[in-house]
């Protein structure tokens, strides 16, 4: 299973983006990036996700490189609802399973 | 709001209780599973249900006992917890559990229980 690395904490100006990394080195070629986040006192909400091509949605975009080492999600105009801790994921491509770590804490801040 | 229902919200019982804990989803997955968040720390998975059948059992103690009756509904089943065991419990749900994991999971907002 693919193991990821994320900074424990960011800040980011409101109304500015915030550009989150992830490092996933040992990514397989078959292997899914996902983003969830959670904000305090509610569930993971999932995010996006993404295999080679750079994805995007109306909540987030994510850019991986072309080596597929690393990726960033990138939210184009932070809001203060958007301060909340941020997981980058690889899926187990044989169980499925969602293992998180530590993830980065987004504060945003006015 | 998710469209996933987890109930109760909040639930504080005794160590010899039992009591249970229910999810709910409508979207037609038959994927299902429950995880365990303590304070601070990332959630970690407990038990994976495909197709009403149980999947993966993360080594969990026997005192955390799941059942899914059918595609729509989870419980978790609890007797004689220990303090420790005190945390927010996740339920979430995905299309399925495939192989080839372009299938996001669903969460809902946890049951936050306390024991003691």
């Known amino acids: 299973d693919a193991k990821t690395t994320q900074p424990p904490s960011m800040d980011c100006a409101e109304g500015r983006a915030a550009n989150l990394p992830c490092n996933h080195s040992?990514?397989?070629?078959?292997?899914?990036v996902y983003w969830y986040r959670q904000i305090h006192s509610q569930g993971p909400q999932y995010i996006i996700h993404?295999?080679?091509n750079n994805e995007t949605n109306e909540m987030a975009s994510l850019i991986i490189t072309e080596d597929r080492k690393s990726s960033t999600l990138i939210l184009p105009h932070a809001t203060l609802r958007d301060t909340a801790v941020y997981y980058c994921i690889v899926p187990s491509l044989i169980t499925g399973k969602l293992i998180f770590g530590q993830g980065t804490t987004l504060q945003v801040k006015p | 709001d998710t469209e996933v229902t987890q109930t109760p919200k909040h639930l504080v019982m005794g160590m010899t209780n039992k009591k249970s804990l229910k999810c709910e989803q409508h979207m037609g997955h038959r994927a299902m599973y429950w995880y365990k968040q303590k304070a601070k720390k990332p959630p970690e998975l407990m038990f994976v249900?495909?197709?009403?059948?149980?999947?993966i059992n993360e080594s969990v103690p026997s005192r955390f006992s799941p059942e899914c009756p059918n595609s729509s509904l989870l419980n978790l089943h609890l007797h004689a917890l220990q303090p420790e065991d005190s945390a927010l419990y996740l339920c979430?749900?995905?299309?399925?559990?495939?192989?080839?994991?372009?299938?996001?999971?669903?969460f809902g907002d946890g049951t936050r229980l306390s024991i003691l």
């Open positions: 979430a749900s995905s299309q399925d559990q495939g192989w080839q994991i372009n299938q996001p999971q669903h």
């Open positions: 249900y495909s197709y009403e059948k149980l999947s």
């Open positions: 993404g295999l080679k």
């Open positions: 040992t990514i397989s070629g078959n292997e899914y």
